[in-house]
């Protein structure tokens, strides 16, 4: 058998510029280079809840803390100074009781005192008086004075009503003003018994003064 021809260097050459040129490899885009978008988008797109509760919540916990303390400021504080304020007057009121008290107890007792002496001075005075008429009453019946004596047994009965009232014990001021009623009587119509019954109550008088 025949070998077949080679071709010829013509031939070659018209086979290679006839054969259609093969594309250039394509350039890779810019964009192959990066992260996917879309899978990007996904993850900010779950961040995002949670960045915006965390928000939330940063901005509700900074809202409680200013309202807190806008309260305590507005509420709190001058309530307590107030308190406080009520504390302190309460205090100074107690103390200003506690010396009105004092000073009470103290004029009172004073005053009881006082009027125990008053007292006694009103009755030292009511009986040294109705002594002095006895006695005036007395001198007078021996001397014969007998216009002075019953001057005086008059002044003695008057005066021994003012006496009577600090006398407690009603027996003895039952007798007093029974013997003085007998004298009263006797000055005008027997001046011995008079005279008698005169001592005998100057002598009733001084058991008085004890």
Known sequence: ????????????????????????????????????????SDAHAEDKPSR??????????????????????????????????AKTDLAAAQEKLEAAETELATTSRDLNQTSSELAAAQYGLALARVQANVAYARASLVSRDLLTARQEVSAAVSNLQSLLPFIKDKEISAALSDRMDV?????????????????????????LED
């Open 183 to 207: 004298i009263d009587k006797a000055v005008y119509t027997n001046s011995s018994e008079a005279l008698e019954e005169l001592r005998i109550l100057s002598e009733n008088l001084l058991r």
């Open 52 to 85: 915006h509760i965390g928000r939330w919540a940063l901005i509700l916990l900074a809202t409680l803390v200013v309202g807190f303390g806008a309260a305590y400021f507005a509420l709190a504080l001058p309530a307590q100074q107030e308190l406080n304020q």
């Open 1 to 40: 058998m025949s070998e077949p021809t080679p071709p010829s260097p013509d031939e070659e050459v018209n086979k290679q510029v006839n054969q259609p040129a093969e594309p250039p490899p394509a350039r890779k885009s810019w964009k192959e280079g990066l992260p996917s978008i879309e899978a990007s």
